[in-house]
C-alpha cells in the first residue's frame, strides 16, 4: 500500500446495510460493526445517503422471528384501497404503473415502503468531491438489454422504453463491454491489468475450456429447442457441468470471480442459469448514472409527477428531485407510504371467498391497519413468507425455496482521474486473487463519460463487489455464514481491502490511496443476489411461488430466477394484470 509522510486529507466513510444507513455517528467509525452501530442509534433524519434509522432493520429482524403474529392493538385506520403494493423497489413501483396504465383511472392504489427512500435495491450514493457531484450505485448496477431467455414481454418492454426514451445513450460501448483481468503479476510480485480475458496469459487448458463454453452458449438462441436444453442443464452446477465435459476444472475455477458477481455462491449455480445469461453472446448493457435507480426516479415520476422539484432525472439523486412530503400527501388515487414495514398481511376471512385484505404495517414504532381489495407482495421471498398469515402449505413451501446469498458493494470516490486514465480498464474488471471480485470504472458507462480530451484532474467514483461465499458447504448454509460474517465485520476490514485492491490495481499507475481517496461508501445486502441453484429454473416452486392466493398476487425479480432489472419490471407488471383479474372476479 502506497503511503505518504504528509498527512492525507479527511476521508469520508458511510456505512449501509440492506440500503439503511448506520448511524450517522456510528457509521462513520471504523472501530463499530453494523449491529453495534445500530444498538448505539442517533441517525440523523436529513441525511440522504439511502436511509435514515435502525427501526427498518429491528422490525424485519422481529418479523423474521416470529414477532407480530398478534395484530390486535394496531390502529385501523378505516382506509380501503382497491390496491395495496407491500414494496416500493423496482417491482412494486412497475406494479403501480402498470395498474396506472391498465386499471380504470378511479383505482386507489398505496405502495407500502419499508424505507426511508423509495426504490429496493436501486439506490444511490452520492458523492460531493472538488466542488462536483459524482453518482454510484449501491447494488443495482447495469441494465442489460436481455437474451431471449431473460426477455421482457412486448408490455413491459414498451413500458421501459416509454420510461427511459433515451436508454440508448447510455449504452456502454462496444469495447469496453467485455471483462478486464487483473491477475498476479511474477515479475513485479504484484498485480497486473489486462484490459482484455484475451490478452490474459491464460493457462492452454483454461483457454481451451473457457472459450469452448462461450462458443457453444453463443449460438444457444440460435436452436429452437433452447428452453429445453435450459431444462436439461439445470439438473446440475456449473461446476459439475465442467468437469462432465471434459474440461479442466480449472475452468470452473478461473470463473469464480465473475459467478461470485453475478449469482453469489458460485458453485452451487445451476448451469441453465449460466447458460441462460451468457447465451448469444456479449450482451448489450446500459448503465445511467447512479445505476437502476434512473428507472426508479422515471417510475415516481409517472406516477406522482406533482411532486417533482426539477425535471430532469436521470442525472440527479431521487433525495433531491422529489418532495417527499408531497409524495405522501399526493392528491387522486395514487399514495406511497414511505417508512412503512408490512408486518401482517391476511385476508379477512377464508382466502377462497374474502372480500377483503388486512394489512398492517410498522411506521414510526406504532401498527397501523389498512384494508385491500387486492395484495401484490413485491418484496422478496424471504420476507414475503414471514408477512403473509394465511398462506397454504405449498405456497409456503415455494417462497421457502428461495436461497439468497449476501454480498458487500463498495464506492469509492477519487479526487481525480489521473491513474484511472492511464489504466484505461474496460467498464467491469475481474479482480482475480483479490478480496474484490469485481472493479466497474462508473466513468466508462457510456462514450460521453469517456470523452477523448478528459481532464485527469476530474474527481471520479469507481465501484467494487465483495461477495461472501464458502466453497464445499450447502448453498443455506453459506448463505447464513456470510450474513454472520458481512454484519459482524468492522467497518475498517473493508476499508483496508478496498484500499489494497484499488492499489493493486492503480498502483502501477500512480495511484496513492492516501492522497487520492477522497470517500468510502461500504453497503452490506445481506440478501443482495437471489440463488439459481439446481433445480430452481425448472422445477415447479418458483412457478408456484408466482401465482395469487386468494386475494393477494406476489411479485419481485426472484420469481424470475435471476436479479435483473427487466425481470423486476416483468413480474411487477404481471402481479398487476393478476391484481386486475382479482378486481375484475367480483369476488
Excluded at 60 to 79: C, I, K, W, Y
Excluded at 195 to 213: H, M, Q
Excluded at 308 to 320: A, C, F, M, T, Y
Excluded at 445 to 464: F, I, K, S, Y
Amino acid at each position: 500500500m502506497h503511503q505518504t509522510t504528509e498527512s492525507p486529507p479527511p476521508i469520508a466513510r458511510r456505512d449501509f446495510l440492506n440500503g439503511v444507513a448506520v448511524s450517522a455517528l456510528a457509521g462513520w467509525s471504523a472501530a463499530l460493526s453494523p449491529r453495534q452501530a445500530f444498538a448505539l442509534g442517533g441517525t440523523n433524519p436529513e441525511q440522504r445517503w439511502g436511509g435514515n434509522d435502525t427501526p427498518t432493520y429491528e422490525v424485519a429482524h422481529a418479523l423474521r422471528d416470529g414477532a407480530f403474529s398478534d395484530v390486535g392493538n394496531a390502529r385501523d385506520t378505516g382506509e380501503l384501497h382497491d390496491v395495496v403494493i407491500v414494496g416500493g423497489g423496482l417491482s412494486g413501483l412497475t406494479a403501480a404503473a402498470a395498474l396506472d396504465r391498465l386499471g380504470p383511472e378511479s383505482l386507489k392504489i398505496l405502495v407500502l415502503e419499508n424505507h426511508p427512500l423509495p426504490g429496493g435495491a436501486a439506490r444511490t450514493d452520492l458523492f460531493e468531491v472538488g466542488g462536483k457531484r459524482l453518482l454510484a450505485p449501491q447494488g443495482s448496477i447495469v441494465f442489460q438489454v436481455p437474451t431471449p431467455g431473460l426477455a421482457a414481454s412486448e408490455p413491459v418492454a414498451a413500458l421501459l422504453a416509454e420510461l427511459l426514451p433515451d436508454g440508448e445513450s447510455y449504452e456502454v460501448p462496444h469495447m469496453d463491454r467485455g471483462f478486464g483481468i487483473v491477475l498476479p503479476d511474477a515479475v513485479s510480485g504484484g498485480s497486473r491489468l489486462y484490459k482484455s480475458l484475451f490478452e490474459a496469459p491464460i493457462p492452454e487448458d483454461v483457454r481451451n475450456g473457457y472459450f469452448a463454453f462461450l462458443e457453444e452458449s453463443a449460438g444457444l438462441y440460435a436452436d429452437e429447442e433452447w428452453p429445453r436444453k435450459l431444462e436439461a442443464l439445470d439438473g446440475q452446477s456449473f461446476a459439475e457441468y465442467v468437469t462432465d465435459r471434459g474440461w479442466s476444472p480449472a475452468v470452473y475455477e478461473w470463473m469464480v470471480p465473475e459467478l461470485a458477481n453475478f449469482y453469489g455462491l458460485p458453485d452451487r449455480v445451476s448451469a441453465a442459469a449460466v447458460w441462460r445469461q451468457y447465451g448469444g453472446g456479449p450482451p448489450q448493457i446500459r448503465s445511467f448514472p447512479g445505476g437502476n435507480a434512473a428507472l426508479a426516479i422515471a417510475l415516481l415520476r409517472s406516477l406522482w409527477p406533482g411532486s417533482i422539484h426539477k425535471r430532469s432525472g436521470i442525472n440527479e439523486h431521487v433525495s433531491d428531485l422529489f418532495d417527499f412530503d408531497a409524495l405522501r400527501s399526493a392528491p387522486g388515487g395514487r399514495s406511497l407510504r414511505l417508512g412503512a414495514t408490512a408486518v401482517h398481511v391476511k385476508h379477512a376471512g377464508n382466502p377462497a371467498t374474502a372480500e377483503a385484505v388486512d394489512v398492517t404495517y410498522s411506521r414510526n414504532g406504532k401498527l397501523e391497519t389498512v384494508h385491500a381489495r387486492a395484495v401484490i407482495m413485491a418484496g422478496g421471498a424471504f420476507v414475503t413468507r414471514h408477512v403473509v398469515r394465511d398462506l397454504t402449505e405449498a405456497k409456503a413451501a415455494a417462497l421457502g425455496r428461495f436461497i439468497y446469498a449476501p454480498v458487500v458493494w463498495a464506492n469509492v470516490a477519487l479526487r481525480n482521474a489521473a491513474a484511472l486514465d492511464k489504466a484505461d480498464p474496460p467498464f467491469m474488471t475481474i479482480l482475480s486473487g483479490r478480496r474484490a471480485s469485481l472493479l466497474v470504472a462508473y466513468d466508462k458507462m457510456n462514450t460521453a463519460g469517456w470523452a477523448e480530451h478528459r481532464d485527469p484532474a476530474r474527481p471520479v467514483a469507481v465501484g467494487l463487489s465483495i461477495p461472501y461465499f464458502f466453497p464445499g458447504e450447502p448453498a443455506q448454509a453459506q448463505a447464513v455464514k456470510g450474513r454472520h460474517e458481512l454484519l459482524t465485520a468492522p467497518f475498517s476490514l473493508f476499508e483496508t481491502a478496498i484500499r489494497d485492491d484499488l492499489t493493486a490495481v492503480f498502483g502501477p499507475y500512480g495511484f496513492n490511496d492516501r492522497r487520492d481517496i477522497a470517500a468510502f461508501s461500504v453497503s452490506r445486502w445481506g440478501h443482495g443476489y437471489m440463488l439459481p441453484d439446481p433445480g430452481l429454473l425448472s422445477g415447479p416452486e418458483r412457478r408456484l411461488a408466482a401465482v395469487p392466493q386468494g386475494r393477494i398476487a406476489y411479485a419481485h425479480t426472484d420469481l424470475d430466477g435471476f436479479c435483473h432489472v427487466t425481470g423486476a419490471a416483468g413480474q411487477g407488471y404481471r402481479a398487476a394484470e393478476d391484481a386486475l383479474k382479482i378486481l375484475d372476479s367480483g369476488r
